[in-house]
Nanobody, 123 residues
Framework: QVQLVESGGGLVQVGGSLRLSCAAS????????MGWFRQAPGKEREFVAA???????YYADPVKGRFTISRDNAKNTVYLQMNSLKPEDTAVYYC?????????????????WGQGTQVTVSS
């Protein structure tokens, strides 16, 4: 079992930045693909970004150029640096882990999930 705990959410003004962290415990996640998803009220959960064991990354179009995902395997932690935040980025952000290490943006491929952290961008 892997437990994921997100932190770093909060309230920020338009154009501001936040850095989300996701700490994993239970077993090393070095071989996993780690992803970030988000869900706004009344909307489906959507893919944001992911990083594979090789540290290759991929992003959803709405966040390309503004968000950066990274990982520190020694600390069993994955990060999401969010810059130039917009009101439409407001959502609960979830960290997730795919044990098979795939290049996937589908939430169904991710076996482990954190509890989420709220990000609110005010205009």
């Amino acid at each position: 079992q892997v437990q994921l705990v997100e932190s770093g959410g909060g309230l920020v003004q338009v154009g501001g930045s936040l850095r989300l962290s996701c700490a994993a415990s239970g077993r090393p996640f070095v071989g996993y693909t780690m992803g970030w998803f988000r869900q706004a009220p009344g909307k489906e959960r959507e893919f944001v970004a992911a990083i594979r064991a090789s540290e290759s990354t991929y992003y959803a179009d709405p966040v390309k150029g503004r968000f950066t995902i990274s990982r520190d395997n020694a600390k069993n932690t994955v990060y999401l640096q969010m810059n130039s935040l917009k009101p439409e980025d407001t959502a609960v952000y979830y960290c997730a882990g795919d044990t098979l290490g795939r290049r996937t943006a589908w939430h169904g491929d991710y076996a482990y999930w954190g509890q989420g952290t709220q990000v609110t961008v005010s205009s």
